[in-house]
């Protein structure tokens, strides 16, 4: 079983930045690949990012490429999204999600953090 707990959200204004933390635990085969997603009202969860262990690479959707950066400390077991130049779009809440492979990098959830950018 993995846990993951998300924090850092919080409102800013466009043009600044963020970064949101997702801690974890539990077994660490079980979560080679991790990533952040988000969901914004009325939308579906989009995916942005995946961190792969194994490789070290790193994945972006087109939406984030540029302006977001995934990143993973494994000694502390957390992993990071770096957000600069926040548009008002990008308000949602964002997701951390973890799997064995990127095939299977959304068998485990985080309960979310909330992100508000305002223009």
């Known amino acids: 079983q993995v846990q993951l707990v998300e924090s850092g959200g919080g409102s800013v204004q466009a043009g600044e930045s963020l970064r949101v933390t997702c801690a974890a635990s539990g077994d660490t085969d079980s979560r080679g690949c991790m990533g952040w997603f988000r969901q914004a009202p009325g939308k579906e969860r989009e995916w942005l990012a995946y961190h792969d262990s194994g490789s070290g690479k790193t994945y972006y959707a087109d939406s984030v490429k540029g302006r977001f950066s995934i990143s993973q400390d494994n000694a502390k077991n957390t992993l990071y999204l770096q957000m600069n130049n926040l548009k008002p779009e990008d308000t949602a809440i964002y997701y951390c999600?973890?799997?064995?492979?990127?095939?299977?990098?959304?068998?485990?959830w985080g309960q979310g953090t909330q992100v508000t950018v305002s223009s």
């Open positions: 999600a973890a799997g064995r492979t990127i095939l299977s990098c959304k068998s485990y």
